[in-house]
C-alpha cells in the first residue's frame, strides 16, 4: 500500500533522528497523512513554480541545496545481495517500462509509427529499450558484490515534491516514494538523482499545462512545444542517472494516458530524449 510505504518512511526519519530536511509528521492516522505547513511565509514555495520565474544564478542554489539534502540522505547506507540488487534495479527499469508501455500501446497504435519529433529522427521504443537494458547489464550487472551498496532514500525527489525555504536557506522533500523494487526504504542511490533530473527536464510544465496540444503531425513527424529544459549541466550527472533518467521519462506517457495528447506527446519527447540530451 503506498500510503502505508510513506507513513513507514516518514517514521523511520523520526525514529532514527535523521538530520534531513522533511517536515514534520503531525498524525497518520486513518490511513492519512498530516504534515507540518511549510509555506508559512512569503519565501517558501515549492521549488517547480520558482523555477519557472527565478534566474540562473538561483536555479544554480537551489539544485546544489537538492544534491546536499540527498546526499546528507543517502548517509545511511545498506549492505545488499547482488541478485536483489540487480532485480529491483531491473524492476524499476525494463520490467516497469514493457508493462508501462504496454498499457498504453494501443492509444500509440492509433496513430502513425512517427520518426521525426520537432525535426529530430527517433528510433523506436524497442530500439531505445534494448540500448537500455545492455547499459544496465553492462553497467550495473558488473557491479563486484561488495558495491551492491543501497542508500536510504526519498524516491521521488522531484521538483513538485519539495519546497525552497528562502528565508533559511533550506530545501525541504516531502511526498516520498519509500521503496525501490521490492525494498522497502533503500535502494539506489543514483535514481534519487536521476528524479532530479528528470524534474530538471521539464516534467511539471507538462504536467501543469491545461492548454497543452500537440501542434502538427503527418505520417512520419510530430511536432508539440517541448517541456521547458532547465539546466541540467551539473558534475552529478553521469551517464548512470542519465540512463535511469530516460527510464522514468519512457514511464511516464502511461501517467497521461486519460490526455490522448499527453501521453503521445510524452511517449514521443522520450524518444527525443533518447537522440539528443540523454542519448546513451
Not at 167 to 196: E, H, Q, S, V, W
Request: glycine share 4%; proline share 2%; charged share 25%.
Amino acid at each position: 500500500d503506498i500510503m502505508k510505504k510513506e507513513i513507514s518512511w516518514y517514521l523511520n526519519c523520526k525514529n532514527r533522528n535523521l538530520d534531513f530536511n522533511i517536515p514534520k509528521l503531525l498524525d497518520y492516522t486513518n490511513n492519512t497523512i498530516v504534515l507540518e505547513n511549510l509555506c508559512v511565509n512569503n519565501e517558501s514555495h515549492p521549488v517547480y513554480q520558482i523555477f519557472e520565474e527565478c534566474d540562473e544564478e538561483l536555479k544554480a542554489h537551489i539544485v546544489q541545496k537538492y544534491i546536499e539534502a540527498l546526499d546528507k540522505l543517502h548517509d545511511n547506507k545498506i549492505l545488499v545481495p547482488k541478485d536483489l540488487f540487480l532485480d529491483d534495479i531491473k524492476q524499476e527499469t525494463i520490467f516497469k517500462l514493457k508493462s508501462r508501455v504496454g498499457l498504453i500501446q494501443e492509444i500509440i497504435d492509433c496513430f502513425p509509427k512517427f520518426e521525426y519529433v520537432n525535426k529530430i529522427k527517433v528510433r523506436s521504443f524497442e530500439e531505445v529499450l534494448n540500448d537500455i537494458e545492455f547499459e544496465i547489464n553492462s553497467i550495473y550487472g558488473l557491479f563486484d558484490k561488495s558495491n551492491c551498496i543501497y542508500s536510504f532514500i526519498h524516491g521521488d525527489p522531484q521538483l513538485s515534491n519539495s519546497i525552497f525555504d528562502k528565508k533559511n536557506d533550506k530545501i525541504y522533500l516531502f511526498d516520498p516514494r519509500g521503496y525501490f523494487g521490492k525494498t522497502k526504504l533503500y535502494g539506489l542511490a543514483d535514481y534519487d538523482y536521476a528524479k532530479l533530473l528528470f524534474g530538471l527536464f521539464g516534467y511539471d510544465k507538462l504536467n501543469n499545462d491545461k492548454y497543452f496540444y500537440i501542434k502538427n503531425m503527418n505520417n512520419n513527424e510530430i511536432d508539440f512545444e517541448m517541456p521547458k529544459i532547465h539546466n541540467y549541466e551539473y558534475n552529478w550527472v553521469n551517464k548512470r542517472i542519465k540512463i535511469l533518467c530516460l527510464t522514468i521519462w519512457l514511464g511516464l506517457a502511461q501517467y497521461f494516458q486519460n490526455d490522448v495528447q499527453k501521453c503521445l506527446a510524452t511517449y514521443y519527447y522520450s524518444l527525443y530524449l533518447a537522440e539528443t540530451y540523454l542519448k546513451l
